[in-house]
């Protein structure tokens, strides 16, 4: 994060979504964080903190970093999620750190996500 905000993705690397990425490869939608933005970011943390490979580096009231380390390499993405209370949603980076591609692992993880902040399987 730079200045409150997420930093940008490499768009010369097919590894990294982003919600404020401007190219459609990257590009992924916040997540709602509904008519309670803080108890919508808590249930994101809760879940973060449950998802399989996952370290949480560094939480605020709303922001949140986290590495996420595949099960059979050991590869790491970095995560990001930031609170706009205002908009009423969380805006998200996953990168990659290493490589050009990822088999659309990033992207996956995002929805995953956002699949389980909109159901009814977490806190």
Do not use: C, W
Request: hydrophobic share 40%.
């Amino acid at each position: 994060m730079h200045e409150g905000r997420l930093l940008p993705v490499d768009e010369t690397r097919p590894s990294s979504v982003s919600s404020t990425a401007s190219g459609a490869g990257h590009r992924v939608a916040p997540i709602a964080a509904g008519d309670d933005p803080a108890a919508a970011f808590a249930r994101l943390r809760a879940i973060v903190e449950r998802h399989p490979g996952a370290t949480i580096v560094e939480s605020g009231p709303d922001y949140l970093y986290a590495e996420f380390r595949t099960p059979l390499m050991g590869f790491v993405d970095d995560v990001e999620f930031l609170l706009d209370p205002a908009a009423r949603v969380v805006q998200v980076r996953s990168a990659s750190r290493l490589g050009r591609g990822d088999f659309g692992v990033n992207r996956k993880r995002i929805e995953s996500i956002r699949d389980r902040m909109s159901g009814d399987d977490g806190p």
